[in-house]
């Protein structure tokens, strides 16, 4: 019994770090133009640097077929961009502010970070 709660505390403890605690290494972009494959339940790179001020063009390869990688998600520029299997699929940003931007499928088990520095 006892290595049954173990176990579950170990559990537990993996998936507090997986969903809440992991930070991917961060990707600088010297031009604010990068590529994101998609695939195996996430993005990567996750965690993108970017300039200031300038246009962000980011191109999403999806090589995942799960029904929640079909599309992707920047809720706080309200832009939301349905990925072909397969296929290079560009989203083009404007200009942005200082600051970190979040991405995430619809269901938000994708999940990445662009950050504008």
């Given at each position: 019994m006892?290595?049954?709660?173990?176990l579950?505390?170990?559990l537990?403890?993996?998936?507090?770090?997986?969903?809440?605690?992991?930070?991917?290494?961060?990707?600088?972009?010297?031009n604010?133009?990068?590529?994101?494959v998609?695939?195996?339940?996430?993005y990567?790179?996750?965690?993108?640097?970017?300039a200031?001020?300038?246009k962000?063009?980011?191109?999403f390869?999806?090589?995942?077929?799960?029904?929640?990688?079909?599309?992707?998600?920047?809720?706080?520029?309200?832009?939301?961009?349905?990925?072909?299997?397969g296929?290079?699929?560009?989203?083009?940003?404007?200009?942005?502010?200082?600051?970190?931007?979040?991405?995430?499928?619809?269901?938000?088990?994708?999940?990445?970070?662009?950050?504008?520095?």
């Amino acid at each position: 019994m006892l290595m049954i709660n173990i176990l579950g505390a170990l559990l537990i403890a993996v998936i507090i770090y997986w969903f809440w605690l992991y930070k991917p290494k961060q990707v600088q972009s010297n031009n604010n133009k990068i590529t994101i494959v998609v695939n195996n339940g996430v993005y990567y790179p996750a965690y993108i640097k970017v300039a200031a001020d300038k246009k962000v063009t980011l191109t999403f390869n999806r090589q995942d077929s799960a029904p929640c990688a079909e599309t992707v998600v920047f809720p706080s520029l309200d832009i939301s961009k349905t990925l072909a299997m397969g296929e290079n699929n560009t989203v083009e940003l404007p200009a942005l502010k200082v600051g970190e931007y979040a991405f995430h499928c619809q269901m938000q088990m994708y999940k990445g970070t662009l950050v504008v520095s």
